[in-house]
């Protein structure tokens, strides 16, 4: 059985998501994009942004999983000046929640843990909208392929770092919006 834990203060899950992140990412910790610690500089950042929460994955005790988000600042949000093509101020406009980070440890994949963490973080927030990106070349396209069956849409695209892959830039309404 999968336990979901929230937690908004960064400093009380740090270390455990430091550890999921290095074991996801094993294959890729030599590429200076993907190491701890760049990953941990995004963090600590991502860790001081308004509206910071994660949701952890826990079977048996052991993290599976997690994803953290954040809520975009309307408009100036850095998040959309690296979107290309900017979206318009109908979308910017809107208060947003971003989906930062979500992983789960190979084991634990295609067993609906993700959608446990992405639901559970969704299901406490006010925005009307959430928004993410994607390497479109994550598992060769399955994870891309995921959030759009979640009702995410193509919007745009965006390189956030030099040496970060291109990225699949991602929106969608949350029910609370459509009153569903």
Same mark, same amino acid.
Do not use: C
């Given at each position: 059985?999968?336990?979901?834990?929230?937690?908004?203060?960064?400093?009380?899950?740090?270390?455990?998501?430091?550890?999921?992140?290095?074991?996801?990412?094993?294959?890729?910790?030599?590429?200076?994009?993907?190491?701890?610690?760049?990953? =941990?500089?995004?963090?600590? &950042?991502?860790?001081?942004? +308004?509206?910071?929460?994660?949701?952890? @994955?826990?079977? *048996? $005790?052991?993290?599976?999983?997690?994803?953290?988000?954040?809520?975009?600042?309307?408009?100036?949000?850095?998040?959309?000046?690296?979107?290309?093509?900017?979206?318009?101020?109908?979308?910017?406009?809107?208060?947003?929640?971003?989906?930062?980070?979500?992983?789960?440890?190979?084991?634990?994949?295609?067993?609906?843990?993700?959608?446990?963490?992405?639901? =559970?973080?969704?299901?406490? &927030?006010?925005?009307?909208? +959430?928004?993410?990106?994607?390497?479109? @070349?994550?598992? *060769? $396209?399955?994870?891309?392929?995921?959030?759009?069956?979640?009702?995410?849409?193509?919007?745009?695209?965006?390189?956030?770092?030099?040496?970060?892959?291109?990225?699949?830039?991602?929106?969608?309404?949350?029910?609370?919006?459509?009153?569903?």
């Amino acid at each position: 059985m999968t336990e979901l834990v929230h937690a908004r203060d960064i400093d009380d899950v740090w270390e455990t998501l430091i550890e999921v992140y290095a074991d996801v990412r094993r294959a890729q910790l030599h590429d200076p994009h993907y190491s701890v610690e760049r990953y =941990a500089e995004r963090l600590a &950042r991502h860790g001081k942004e +308004a509206g910071w929460e994660a949701v952890i @994955a826990f079977e *048996d $005790g052991t993290p599976v999983g997690y994803g953290y988000v954040n809520s975009l600042t309307p408009v100036e949000d850095r998040w959309w000046q690296r979107t290309a093509p900017r979206p318009d101020e109908t979308v910017t406009g809107l208060l947003t929640v971003a989906v930062k980070e979500m992983m789960v440890l190979e084991p634990h994949r295609r067993r609906g843990v993700a959608k446990l963490i992405h639901d =559970a973080l969704m299901s406490r &927030r006010e925005e009307p909208q +959430a928004t993410l990106m994607v390497s479109p @070349a994550n598992q *060769d $396209g399955r994870v891309q392929a995921l959030y759009a069956k979640w009702g995410y849409e193509v919007i745009g695209y965006s390189q956030p770092s030099p040496d970060s892959p291109p990225l699949t830039v991602m929106l969608r309404l949350l029910s609370s919006a459509t009153g569903a």
